[in-house]
């Protein structure tokens, strides 16, 4: 049943790239839209531009894997093949983690492209590696399962969008992407905290400048609590929503 | 004879909202299906049909009641039933951009059919289902027919020993109903164990071993289509077709009380003078047996489905 389980997985992220992701239009605003934020950004405040590159890869993974999971799932629902993997020889835990595998590699990849041009721009001294694939990846985990939670929780795939949005947006501006959250009054620090992008950045920002792992541990942890937890309760409401 | 579905007191009840009622979709079916069969489930919408086949194929929970798939219990083996069994759902619903051939090599990948067997396999189906020239073509751009004939092959791409087909050939055209109970009387000749749902009687009386009809969530009949006619309270009539002098043509029945031939002797009586265009013998139908036991003509089921589609094809 497991090796039902995994090639499931393997096969689903698969086709869901195929079919969904790795279109035209899909990469080039992946790309494009947290360079043209963090852009205006900078237009309006030139300062440090090296300082808005853990905001601009959070900012990339967030939209990278939320944006097209977090309508999928409702998209198929729609049109009824999800039903088809619901059909299938493979558990729902292993259909979801399936989904979310597709929006990770799509996601990761897209950061990727953002990762090179800003190493290569702004160089790699003092870059912690394994912090930075470890801090990438359960970002583009946690991320990918609120778009999975968002997907199962909604009929409609403009109802996904409205609610991702609603999700997104506030984290963007509070998530210390643009201003540090240091300088932001204590209950928005409090309300930050709440989000799992305010973590992405933070462990981007100490993987980038070689930070110590006593810091960063806290900041990987909560990204990791993040994703079981937004994981989980993409399996629970799709549990109840298939019956 | 080994059984490929055994149910028992198979139960959904669905809960409507406050101050209603609970819906009881299935109420208490028991029935067998034999291995290599084509067993036939109709009835009107809302009967419990669709209801049935997803509690067999995993997608809905039982509230009461057991089932054995394959002689696999439903409650404990499922992932193994997943596995063994093919389901075509009553819409067609592969993936819109993925092309013929890759939805029928995702399915196969689904089902753990072996990587060096995928590719000559879904170019085999392919050609069965007339499909070779579609092979590239996303399914989005396949018409109707073609969509449903796609979706058949991809339930059959694991070579599956049971299959459920929930009403196949609704909203086809003539042309493309009759290639698809082709298809379907093909798998019987395979040995593949098929539970076809429909609304067309004409489709039941001529694919179906067996047929059971459910009304309401309660099966009302069982029995092969001959012996649901030989139960029908109808008798078996002679129509005569005669025609007079100026060619106006009538037809005049009896009812065979006495046999065939004492019926056709009566009616050869009342001809007065006009000849003989036709003697037909007509036995009650499948149809006469629903509309006994339904209280329902077939004209509704059929508008209930939204027109007559693939229901009037032969073959």
Not at chain 1, 105 to 131: E, I
Request: glycine residues 10%; proline residues 4%.
């Amino acid at each position: 049943m497991l090796v039902d389980d995994l090639r499931g997985m393997f096969y689903i992220a698969l086709k869901d790239l195929k079919a969904y992701y790795f279109k035209a239009p899909n990469i080039s605003w992946g790309i494009l839209f947290p360079f043209a934020f963090i852009l205006a950004f900078a237009i309006r405040s030139p300062g440090d531009l090296h300082a808005l590159v853990p905001g601009l890869l959070a900012l990339t993974i967030l939209f990278g894997t939320s944006s097209m999971e977090a309508i999928v799932i409702v998209f198929e629902r729609r049109i009824g093949s999800l039903e088809r993997l619901l059909l299938a020889p493979v558990r729902l835990p292993a259909l979801l983690a399936g989904k979310l595998l597709g929006g990770m590699a799509f996601g990761l990849t897209v950061t990727l492209v953002v990762l090179v041009v800003s190493l290569t721009v702004f160089g790699s001294t003092g870059t912690n590696w394994l912090m930075l694939v470890l801090s990438l990846l359960l970002s583009a985990t946690a991320f990918s399962a609120m778009g999975a939670y968002v997907s199962v929780a909604v009929r409609e795939v403009f109802d996904a969008q409205t609610l991702a949005n609603f999700i997104r947006f506030p984290m963007m501006f509070l998530g210390g992407v643009f201003v540090p959250l240091a300088s932001m009054p204590v209950w928005l620090q409090s309300l930050a905290r709440l989000f799992p992008l305010t973590y992405a950045v933070e462990a981007l920002r100490a993987a980038l400048s070689g930070g110590s792992w006593t810091t960063a541990v806290l900041d990987v942890g909560a990204l990791a609590i993040f994703s079981l937890l937004l994981y989980l309760l993409a399996v629970y409401t799709l549990a109840r929503h298939t019956e | 004879m080994t059984e490929a579905i055994q149910v028992e007191g198979l139960t959904k009840v669905f809960t409507t909202g406050k101050d209603r009622p609970p819906l009881r979709a299935v109420d208490g079916i028991d029935f067998i299906v034999h291995e290599g069969e084509v067993f036939g489930f109709l009835g009107p919408n809302g009967a419990g049909k669709t209801s049935t086949i997803r509690m067999l194929t995993g997608l809905s929970r039982p509230t009461a009641g057991t089932a054995r798939v394959l002689g696999l219990d439903l409650d404990k083996d499922l992932p193994r039933i997943k596995k063994r069994i093919g389901v075509v759902p009553e819409a067609s619903n592969l993936y819109d951009e993925l092309t013929a051939f890759d939805n029928l090599v995702f399915a196969m990948q689904l089902y753990g059919v072996p990587r060096a067997e995928r590719k000559p396999r879904a170019e085999v189906l392919l050609q069965r289902f007339h499909l070779g020239e579609k092979r590239d073509a996303p399914f989005a751009r396949l018409s109707r027919g073609m969509k449903r004939a796609l979706t058949i092959a991809a339930a059959l791409a694991h070579h599956p020993p049971l299959v459920f087909l929930d009403e196949p050939t609704t909203g086809l055209d003539v042309m493309n109903a009759r290639n698809l109970r082709g298809m379907i009387a093909n798998l019987r000749d395979e040995g593949v164990t098929v539970f076809l749902t429909t609304h067309y009687l004409e489709e039941a009386e001529r694919l179906c071993d067996r047929v059971a009809v459910i009304v309401k969530g309660h099966i009302v009949a069982l029995d092969t289509v001959a012996g649901l006619r030989s139960s029908a309270q109808q008798k078996t009539v002679v129509e005569m077709t005669l025609a007079d002098s100026d060619g106006r043509q009538d037809k005049k029945r009896v009812e065979c009380n006495d046999g065939v031939e004492s019926a056709i002797q009566s009616l050869l009586g009342e001809t007065g003078g006009r000849r003989v265009l036709a003697v037909d013998t007509l036995r009650p139908s499948l149809e006469d047996v629903f509309v006994q036991l339904t209280g329902l003509s077939a004209e509704v089921m059929l508008s209930e489905k939204g027109g007559k589609g693939g229901g009037n094809a032969g073959g």
